[in-house]
Nanobody, 123 residues
Framework: QVQLVESGGGLVQPGGSLRLSCAAS????????MYWYRQAPGKQREVVAT???????HYADSVKGRFTISRDNAKNTMYLQMNNLKPEDTAVYYC?????????????????WGQGTQVTVSS
């Protein structure tokens, strides 16, 4: 069983910073592309940032220059450093990943979600 667990959310003032983490565990053979999504109240879930296994990154225009996505493949962990936070960044942030699971006998690829972590930007 593969699990993704986010941590690091919380309440921060505008202009502040937070660092989110997403740890993957279970019978993991390889983690391909990883994603950070967010969903604000009354809005659709949107992609914030992505990072491939080789470290290539992509950001939504709304967070470019303020957020940085990274990963530690040895620890099966992904991070999102969020700086200069704005009230409009308030949302539940979700970790998502394309993971090859299984063992040397049988492997399968699936897409997995974390449970989400709340980020609130308010004075």
């Amino acid at each position: 069983q593969v699990q993704l667990v986010e941590s690091g959310g919380g309440l921060v003032q505008p202009g502040g910073s937070l660092r989110l983490s997403c740890a993957a565990s279970g019978s993991i053979s390889r983690i391909n592309t990883m994603y950070w999504y967010r969903q604000a109240p009354g809005k659709q879930r949107e992609v914030v940032a992505t990072i491939t296994n080789s470290g290539r990154t992509h950001y939504a225009d709304s967070v470019k220059g303020r957020f940085t996505i990274s990963r530690d493949n040895a620890k099966n962990t992904m991070y999102l450093q969020m700086n200069n936070l704005k009230p409009e960044d308030t949302a539940v942030y979700y970790c998502n990943a394309d993971i090859v699971a299984g063992d040397f006998v049988r492997q399968w690829t699936n897409n997995y979600w974390g449970q989400g972590t709340q980020v609130t930007v308010s004075s």
